[in-house]
């Protein structure tokens, strides 16, 4: 581009948007890429400030930043994906399924690396609602060289082409769930239940069905029981409440391990949330919830629901590293992707 006098930019083509904030509350694009500067457009030009405005100079190997977002994003966007049109050089990426998303982390640095280039998403491993927004993108100038586009959009299919694209939705499978919720308090109604309540408004805002509620006592033989009633009816998930904790009294792991499930853990390095147990017994996941999950709105549950549904479940090493940003407290919330609080769900928590 080149920069030339308004007064002699008469007859020359804009090859950018042109923002103003003017006297009358107009805030936001007032001349669009493409527009020809009349002889009416001086005074304007002068209200904004732009006593020069810049032309293309063809000669030059120059793409322009709607060009490199819309030819960007077709290299980016995989299955499940929609790209937005170009907006003042940006452009935003969105699902049209519930998922999670991964993302392939060296791919992303590698092209960030690339000058004049930005691309910013959201957490790896981030659930979305259909229809949220999960990437963006823009160049910093105005124009770049065409070889960076070349060096961004090679790395974005060569990621693609490695079996791990910079970026890949997840979908959340259908899975039928079973609640089993233990303790002599709740069986024998000495106080009220109020796990329920919060599971079932939980899995709501999944792709679940939910089967069947078992409320048990105290007791393995009952805990077991329930177990396999829930296993006939072909869940492939069971939430159990109740008893999570290392108290000698606290069966449910124990009924968990006797019923012939592999316990792939039994607490997590996350507060609140510490007690939460998993568990896998042929094809049906078992999920000890956290008693904390009772009264705080975001717990590990909320971190290893979104990633059970999208059949993507943790290992050692990421359940390790869940420590470091694992503790919440007041003021700085769980740093972990889960899905966005909504006030209906909010208002079911006991407080």
Known sequence: MKKICSENAIGQVLCHDMTAILEDGFKGVRFKRGHLITEEDLPVLRSMG????????????????????????????????????????????????????????????????????????????????????????????????????????????????????????????????????????????????????????????????????????????????????????????????????VDPDDVTPQAIRQSGAKILMQGVPMQPGNMLTLAELDELTILGVPGASMHVPRTSLDVFLPRLFAGLPFNKVEIARLGAGGLAVPGIPLPWPTLPLDEEELSGFVK
């Not at 959201?122 to 979305?128: E, I």
């Open 50 to 245: 732009k006593d020069h405005i810049f032309v293309w100079e063809p000669e030059l190997d120059e793409v322009h930043e709607d060009d490199c977002a819309i030819a960007f994003s077709k290299a980016l966007l995989g299955k499940h994906m929609l790209a937005g049109s170009p907006s003042e050089g940006k452009i935003s990426l969105k699902t049209n399924t519930m998922g999670v998303l991964t993302i392939n982390l060296q791919a992303l640095k590698e092209i960030n690396s690339i000058q004049d280039w930005t691309l910013a998403s959201v957490q790896n491993y981030q659930p979305l609602l259909e229809g949220m927004v999960f990437a963006g993108f823009r160049i910093i100038p105005l124009v770049t060289r065409q070889k960076n586009l070349d060096k961004a959009v090679a790395a974005a299919k060569n990621a693609a082409d490695s079996g791990f694209p910079v970026f890949r939705i997840h979908p959340m499978r259908h899975l039928k769930v079973g609640l089993v919720i233990t303790g002599n308090e709740i069986f024998y109604k000495r106080i009220p239940d109020a796990f329920e309540f919060i599971l079932r408004r939980k899995l709501s805002r999944y792709p679940a069905d939910l089967a069947s509620v078992i409320f048990c006592p105290d007791d393995e033989a009952a805990i077991l029981d329930a177990l396999s009633a829930l296993q006939k009816q072909c869940c492939q998930l069971i939430l159990m409440t109740g008893g999570m904790s």
